[in-house]
């Protein structure tokens, strides 16, 4: 039996065949098309190459806010020519009958991070990703824990007297401490800031104020952080951040485990191939 996985960012699709929902094979990896059309096309080339049956099911995550039947994308500002459209529908007109699961590409890797890499082993588990943008989900035994909508941590508030963004950008945690938003504040690249700078150490401060807000309202086991501000080379120190939070919160509770992502760019299928084994009830 084989299953499919895939993983749908802004910038790259990559796509993977599992024989056994615990490995998978060859990635296949290509630009992510801006039409949803061609995006479709290419995600069914890229399942044909890697698995030639019909899978048994397929799982994958997408970059945007889902719809609410979890077919397609309701909006997003990169994949904007996606929104409205049935990924699902797409992939089942080629394999028909066959299960498919869509998730926000974020809370996927956050299953992947759970079940596979820095949180095995927990039982509830707080992923955030720091890159672009500031996304986040909450993991409880392998699975997306229940919403109406979905998980938007990088949208709570932070600066809320304005002091660091003035009054035109919206005080949010993803505005403080994104590399979009670093980009936009310094006028250069985040990865253009030598690791010495002192910014490095302000960006996890402000990060460490948005994980209280984090382990007060989920109560986790452990934090998980991925993304190229936490990962890269230089990046928001890890340590930095739990010294940070341990502060911000230490008259109140203890401080989880808070600890780097191990899973890199392939943390979305491997939560793929989670989602498949919890849903499918594969043993």
């Given at each position: 039996?084989?299953y499919?996985?895939?993983d749908i ?16 094979g ?12 061609d ?11 890697v698995?030639e ?11 945007g ?9 309701e909006?997003?500002?990169?994949l ?5 459209k049935?990924?699902?529908r ?10 498919v ?22 039982e ?9 943008g ?19 941590p990088g949208?709570?508030i932070?600066?809320i ?7 035109d950008i ?12 670093v980009?936009?504040?310094f ?5 253009e800031?030598p ?25 986790p ?5 991925g993304g ?8 928001i120190?890890?340590?930095t951040i739990?010294?940070y939070?341990?502060e911000?919160?230490?008259d ?30 594969v043993?």
């Amino acid at each position: 039996m084989t299953y499919i996985l895939f993983d749908i960012g802004g910038t790259k699709t990559r796509v993977a065949a599992s024989e056994d929902l615990g490995s998978f094979g060859e990635v296949v990896s290509f630009k992510t098309p801006v039409k949803f059309e061609d995006g479709a096309k290419k995600l069914l080339e890229a399942i044909k190459k890697v698995c030639e049956e019909k899978p048994e099911g397929v799982a994958g995550g997408i970059r945007g806010l889902l719809s609410e039947d979890k077919e397609g994308i309701e909006n997003d500002q990169v994949l904007s020519k996606w929104a409205g459209k049935s990924l699902v529908r797409e992939i089942n007109k080629k394999y028909k009958d066959v299960p498919v699961f869509l998730e926000n590409d974020a809370a996927m890797a956050g299953v992947g991070e759970a079940v596979f890499g820095a949180g095995k082993g927990l039982e509830i588990v707080a992923y955030h990703t720091v890159s672009t943008g500031v996304g986040g989900v909450k993991v409880e035994n392998g699975e997306i824990d229940m919403a109406s909508v979905g998980f938007e941590p990088g949208h709570q508030i932070l600066d809320i007297d304005r002091t660091v963004l003035g009054e035109d950008i919206d005080p949010t945690l993803e505005n403080l401490v994104s590399g979009t938003a670093v980009g936009n504040r310094f006028g250069v690249k985040a990865y253009e800031i030598p690791q010495s700078d002192m910014v490095w150490d302000e960006l996890a401060e402000y990060l460490a104020q948005g994980l209280r807000n984090t382990i007060l309202y989920w109560s986790p086991d452990a934090i998980v952080l991925g993304g190229a501000m936490i990962v890269g080379d230089p990046a928001i120190s890890v340590d930095t951040i739990r010294k940070y939070t341990v502060e911000a919160i230490h008259d109140i509770e203890p401080a989880p485990l808070i600890t780097a992502a191990k899973l890199g760019d392939e943390a979305g299928l491997y939560g793929a191939m989670a989602i498949l084994k919890k849903r499918l009830g594969v043993d």
